[in-house]
């Protein structure tokens, strides 16, 4: 069978997808262009996209007998692929949850502690020669222990976040979600945005992307927040309407924010970026070699499942 992989993965991960097809490896870094997406469902049995791959139903358009029958995603987040529309032209598609979970949990709390102590403000200053040395007013930001994190979706990797503010920074847990959550640590389930808003120190984002999460966080959830809380979002970038983020901040309404995505990636805005109050990441969620390697693997092994003709194991 063919496979096409889209990206570069580690090593180990190949050649694993050596091992069981004749695998196409694209070298480019950037997404595919809608040409490429149809084309490599012409092409070849199994494709590995990631983010940025915009397989919307465009794409799948009279592809009800392309040679593709599975789209193995490479990543837990798979919005970029209109699923309906895959379904209909008779493509699976499967994701990779589980593997990327305490990695992202991890960008998250760290988010959470540089905006909250201003890490990156203060590294700026080192860097560029300013600092003038140590006083006792100088760079004062918000300790977190004992103050309340509210946590917008408790999947598996809001529950990661919540255990890590709750144990090992000594917070207050509130979370937002469709529906109660049977935990293993104390959370206390906000019945609407705006009140998980209004009672937090920090709201941390840990949603899916797609339309219905679309500028869940926009101008009426931003005006609920304290003055002096933080903004982290390691969800998707279109989770936060950005302009409104950019006003809020601008206006002194919220304290700080942590990104590690973008509405529009990997554009980020100027004023974003010239923010002291704004700790901006690379999008480094996963980016850890032996959590890509777990998320290849668990790829493969789903196009592996395809080709044996056994259930898929992580379908979507």
């Known amino acids: 069978m063919e496979l096409f992989i889209t990206r570069p993965l580690p090593d180990k991960v190949l050649a694993h997808a050596r091992a069981h097809f004749n695998v196409t490896l694209r070298e480019q870094t950037t997404p595919l262009k809608k040409g490429e997406m149809r084309a490599a469902l012409v092409l070849y049995d199994v494709v590995i996209p990631t983010l940025g791959d915009l397989f919307s139903a465009e794409v799948f358009e009279g592809m009800a007998d392309s040679r593709c029958r599975l789209l193995a995603n490479f990543g837990v987040g798979y919005n970029h692929i209109d699923v309906g529309a895959a379904r ?184 974003l970026r010239k923010m002291d109050n704004v700790t901006l990441l690379p999008h480094l969620g996963t980016a850890a070699l032996d959590v890509r390697e777990e998320m290849g693997m668990m790829a493969v092994e789903n196009a592996v499942a395809y080709r044996e003709g056994r259930e898929l194991h992580n379908p979507v």
């Open 88 to 271: 209909a032209a008779g493509i699976s598609v499967t994701n990779t949850p589980g593997a990327v979970t305490e990695a992202t949990a991890d960008i998250a709390l760290m988010l959470m502690l540089m905006s909250a102590r201003r890490a990156s403000e203060g590294e700026r200053l080192v860097r560029a020669g300013k600092w003038t040395g140590w006083h006792p007013t100088q760079m004062l930001g918000l300790h977190l222990g004992g103050k309340t994190c509210g946590i917008v979706g408790m999947g598996r990797i809001g529950q990661a976040i919540a255990r890590r503010a709750h144990f090992g920074l000594g917070m207050k847990v509130i979370y937002h979600s469709r529906s109660p959550k049977p935990l293993d640590f104390p959370a206390e389930q906000v019945a609407d945005l705006e009140s998980l808003c209004a009672a937090s120190d920090c709201v941390v984002l840990a949603v899916p992307g797609g339309p219905e999460t679309r500028h869940l966080i926009g101008p009426d959830a931003l005006a609920a927040m304290r003055a002096h809380a933080h903004l982290i979002n390691i969800a998707r970038g279109d989770v936060v309407d950005e302009a409104a983020l950019i006003a809020a901040l601008e206006l002194g309404q919220i304290g700080g924010a942590g990104l590690d995505v973008y509405e529009h990636e990997p554009t980020v805005p100027e004023v």
